[in-house]
């Protein structure tokens, strides 16, 4: 009787053991660097759906292996100024508002990531974290964020991004 308990005990702990690993399994295949390919939101007062930052944004998504993570996310048409030395202070803002860029670490389960914040180029955000869904399809990743408003113009949104592995 007792062999027949700790052998359960012994079944209860192994099996235990697995979902952390499989947790790590899936950080470590979804670890990589990532291209921006879409950016869409839908306003949830309206139900329109618009492009995020622009038709034609850039972005870059870095997660390590180690658990940190890098975004940045750059709207098409952005200003570019003469030189660095002849930058106005309007060309300075909105260079910023045009832009997302956050880091910190990251744990992902295999349908959702979350980002726990350290710095963002918009403060608010440092010290915060956010929850993306996530579908999988092939070498891409598609992220649904969750209801919240939207960084520029404070209108309730979800965002969903296409993000493809570099190979």
């Not at 100024?81 to 002849?86: D, G, L, P, R, T």
């Not at 202070?89 to 349908?111: C, I």
């Amino acid at each position: 009787m007792f062999m027949l308990f700790c052998s359960r005990l012994a079944l209860a702990g192994a099996a235990w053991l697995l979902v952390p690993s499989i947790s790590v399994a899936e950080e470590q295949e979804f670890a990589g660097n990532y291209r921006l390919i879409s950016a869409t939101r839908k306003l949830l007062d309206t139900g329109q759906t618009e492009d995020t930052f622009g038709t034609k944004p850039k972005g870059l998504a870095m997660y390590g292996k180690d658990g940190h993570f890098n975004i940045l996310i750059t709207y098409d048409g952005r200003p570019k100024a003469e030189s660095i030395e002849k930058m106005t202070d309007q060309q300075r803002a909105d260079l910023h508002r045009t832009m997302t860029a956050y880091g910190g670490t990251f744990t992902f389960d295999g349908s959702k990531v979350v980002h726990h914040i350290d710095l963002a180029w918009n403060e608010v955000w440092a010290g915060t974290t956010n929850i993306r869904d996530v579908q999988r399809d092939g070498d891409r990743i598609i992220y649904t964020s969750r209801p919240a408003p939207f960084a520029s113009d404070g209108k309730m949104s979800v965002v969903t991004l296409v993000w493809e592995k570099f190979k």
